[in-house]
């Protein structure tokens, strides 16, 4: 597996490893999380179900074409988070999406920012990406934040361009340049 480190955290590639820690992990924010992402099948919420994901995830990865980290504190194996670059571009373009989310009793601690900014230092450094975009729905004050505190670009709204949890909502889309 391969490992992301910062001063609190340890982020771990998607591997099926992972699929009991991140099914709890599911499980536990499956409301917390609830407005905030798409609706999700039963299986998504089972170890085998997440043993496929994390397998179409790891198969990804290796064709560098999405990268998902799933967080933990130093000294525990208890996933708290994740963090994801996807829709990987090489060429000209070289971009990315990238995507997170943090347990609902671990946000406010910086984990998210903390995370993030290792992540985007792998895709900058590692990837040699130029662009990661973001979109954070505009009620997400958290999300928000992170976007500030790392010096993302607000670009404007995009409107109903992502359909969380059965609705087509408004994101504001965010970018940081590779300068």
């Known amino acids: 597996m391969y490992y992301l480190f910062t001063e609190r955290l340890i982020l771990k590639l998607s591997h099926t490893k992972l699929a009991k820690q991140v099914c709890q992990f599911n499980i536990k924010n499956k ?14 919420y089972t170890v085998k179900g997440i043993k496929s994901y994390l397998k179409q995830e ?24 994740t963090v994801s670059i996807s829709n990987i571009i090489f060429g000209s373009a070289k971009t990315c999406y990238l995507s ?5 009793d671990k946000q406010g601690m910086g984990y998210a920012t903390e995370a993030v900014k290792e992540v985007i230092n792998f895709a900058f450094t590692v990837l040699q990406l130029h662009r990661i975009e973001s979109y954070v729905m505009p009620r997400n004050n958290k999300s928000l ?15 109903r361009c992502l359909e ?6 408004d994101h504001i889309r965010f970018s940081l340049l590779n300068e």
Request: net charge negative; with cysteine; proline share 3%.
């Open 164 to 169: 969380v949890n059965g609705v087509w909502e």
């Open 145 to 159: 934040r992170v976007m500030e505190k790392l010096n993302f670009e607000n670009e404007g709204i995009s409107k």
């Open 58 to 81: 790891d198969k990804a990865s290796q064709k560098c074409e999405e990268f998902r980290f799933w967080i933990t504190e130093k000294g525990s194996d208890e996933v708290i988070g």
């Open 31 to 44: 409301q917390a999380l609830a407005d905030t992402e798409p609706t999700r099948p039963d299986y998504y």
């Open 100 to 104: 997170y989310k943090v347990s609902h």
